[in-house]
């Protein structure tokens, strides 16, 4: 599933920085029902918090599902990816720090 989102989505986000990829990357979330907010922490840093998580039923008895979130999140992003919050361990949504 992520693949075939990753090789649909990788062309929106050809000739855009890193802020411009992560914008792209929260209005791709946000069409597919995670309900996105964003920050920029710093000049190459920034959070994005997923309130809805559509797969977090799957994900509670497949936790590799959100291994291939990051990863997804990653390739797409091309930049690191640290989760910092996480529904499936009891938080009220998941969030990822991403840096260049």
């Given at each position: 599933?992520?693949?075939?989102a990753?090789s649909?989505?990788?062309?929106?986000?050809?000739?855009?920085?890193?802020a411009?990829?992560?914008?792209?990357l929260?209005q791709i979330?946000n069409q597919?029902d995670?309900?996105?907010?964003?920050?920029?922490?710093?000049?190459?840093?920034?959070?994005?918090?997923?309130?809805?998580c559509?797969?977090?039923?799957?994900?509670?008895?497949y936790p590799?599902?959100?291994?291939?979130?990051?990863?997804?999140?990653?390739?797409?992003?091309?930049?690191?990816?640290?989760?910092?919050?996480h529904?499936?361990?009891?938080?009220?949504y998941?969030?990822?720090?991403?840096?260049?």
């Amino acid at each position: 599933r992520f693949r075939r989102a990753a090789s649909s989505n990788r062309e929106k986000m050809k000739g855009k920085d890193l802020a411009g990829r992560v914008n792209t990357l929260c209005q791709i979330l946000n069409q597919n029902d995670y309900m996105v907010e964003s920050e920029q922490l710093g000049q190459n840093k920034f959070v994005i918090r997923l309130l809805n998580c559509p797969i977090s039923k799957v994900a509670r008895e497949y936790p590799q599902a959100c291994s291939c979130e990051k990863q997804y999140l990653s390739d797409l992003l091309q930049a690191k990816v640290e989760r910092d919050h996480h529904i499936i361990k009891g938080q009220t949504y998941c969030s990822y720090i991403i840096r260049k």
